[in-house]
């Protein structure tokens, strides 16, 4: 599949428009996956679960080709990827599905899992709510990059730990964890292996497959599809991992996941894989490029500026950057015209401050000032140039 030339709706390149830096946070549904999903909201909005009639027939053979579409991406079976709502689902999905189901074999026996500090907030709040629910968890510190360390990894292992969930590509620093190496080390103690991909997914080149990854989560949202839906990699064999369900009713996804398919979504979340796949490599490298020009140009505009995270091995399309002196949410007036994210929030009276920031080493007062920039599908060398300008000149 080729690239549309068509642009999104606020992505114009006249220079009184704003410039969206955000597309960690979503990204715009691409026209040939709008084009694609719009029949099965009309002509095509059959039930996949309505068997007896051809409105159904086809809207499961659309699933079925999506199912394919996604797994092509990541290197699965077509039989391994599961549709949910979204990677917060498939996350709370690989959480308590492996946790309620370890507790049906064997309802006294510990149970043990490890993840780190800086995950999305679906991991950490799962696991908070597991430790509640009996089992034991380790948050594992990451090294000042955002990596967490193998050694460290090898440490935390216990004889009854049953599950360990790194990010793939951490969403707010874009440092790339060593998935391939992590799932070694899991192997090799009979433990599963679940990665959130959010980030990764679409981005990096990736064979769950041949990697040994068990679990695997991902959104549509994030590789230029909808929002409302995502998927869970649930690997078939070598091994075979058994969840529970998370929602319970009509026995769709063969039983693990009830709940009419979002038939649209799926559609579009397939064609968005097909199209990431086919685009990788030269994506990648156009906006690495793109990246590495925009933090020069910071860089000679902008004296004192830091980058958070990984300095090569991170996501091509992200910057994590602390503004020493200057508070973001000074700054936010002046920033109207940029799309991005910042390291702290005002929330019901109280300052939220980025706990994936802070776990890398940044002071209250550093995560303040820190910005996220990300750049995606439709960003180019003159918005790039652009917001550096703006940015340099909200500072004075």
Not at 67 to 75: F, K, M, Y
Not at 79 to 108: C, D, H, Q, Y
Not at 314 to 333: C, D, H, V
């Amino acid at each position: 599949m080729e690239l549309s030339s068509e642009r999104p709706m606020g992505t114009s390149l006249q220079h009184d428009k704003p410039i969206y830096l955000d597309y960690n946070a979503t990204t715009p549904v691409d026209p040939q996956v709008y084009h694609a999903m719009e029949p099965y909201f009309k002509e095509y909005f059959g039930n996949p679960a309505s068997a007896a009639h051809q409105w159904g027939w086809i809207a499961e053979n659309a699933a079925t080709k999506a199912r394919g579409q996604v797994a092509s991406l990541i290197g699965a079976k077509s039989m391994e990827v599961f549709f949910t709502s979204g990677a917060t689902e498939a996350n709370n999905w690989a959480i308590f599905g492996l946790l309620t189901k370890l507790r049906e074999e064997n309802p006294t026996a510990p149970i043990h899992f490890i993840t780190s500090t800086i995950e999305h907030s679906s991991i950490m709040k799962a696991m908070a709510a597991a430790e509640k629910m009996g089992a034991e968890v380790d948050f594992l510190p990451v090294n000042s990059y955002g990596q967490v360390e193998l050694e460290t990894i090898r440490k935390a292992i216990k004889p009854h730990t049953k599950l360990m969930s790194f990010i793939w590509v951490n969403n707010e620093i874009g440092t790339i964890n060593p998935i391939p190496e992590i799932a070694k080390i899991a192997k090799e103690n009979k433990i599963y292996l679940h990665t959130d991909a959010t980030q990764a997914a679409g981005k990096i080149p990736m064979n769950v497959t041949e990697m040994g990854v068990d679990l695997m989560s991902f959104s549509g949202h994030k590789i230029y599809g909808p929002k409302g839906v995502g998927a869970l990699y649930i690997r078939g064999k070598d091994p075979k991992v058994q969840l529970n369900p998370l929602l319970h009713g009509g026995g769709q996804e063969r039983g693990l996941r009830s709940g009419s398919l979002n038939v649209p979504g799926i559609v579009g979340m397939g064609v968005a894989a097909e199209i990431c796949q086919a685009t990788m490599a030269e994506e990648c490298k156009r906006l690495r490029e793109l990246r590495d020009l925009f933090w020069q140009t910071l860089q000679e505009k902008i004296p004192g500026i830091r980058m958070n995270g990984h300095p090569t091995e991170r996501a091509s399309n992200l910057l994590n950057i602390t503004l020493p002196g200057y508070k973001t949410e000074g700054l936010l007036p002046r920033l109207q015209k940029l799309g991005v994210s910042t390291g702290s929030a005002c929330g019901t009276g109280a300052m939220v401050v980025s706990h994936v920031l802070r776990g890398i080493g940044l002071s209250v007062d550093e995560v303040q000032c820190s910005i996220r920039l990300s750049l995606g599908r439709w960003s180019n060398e003159e918005e790039v140039l652009r917001a550096a300008e703006i940015l340099k000149n909200a500072l004075h």
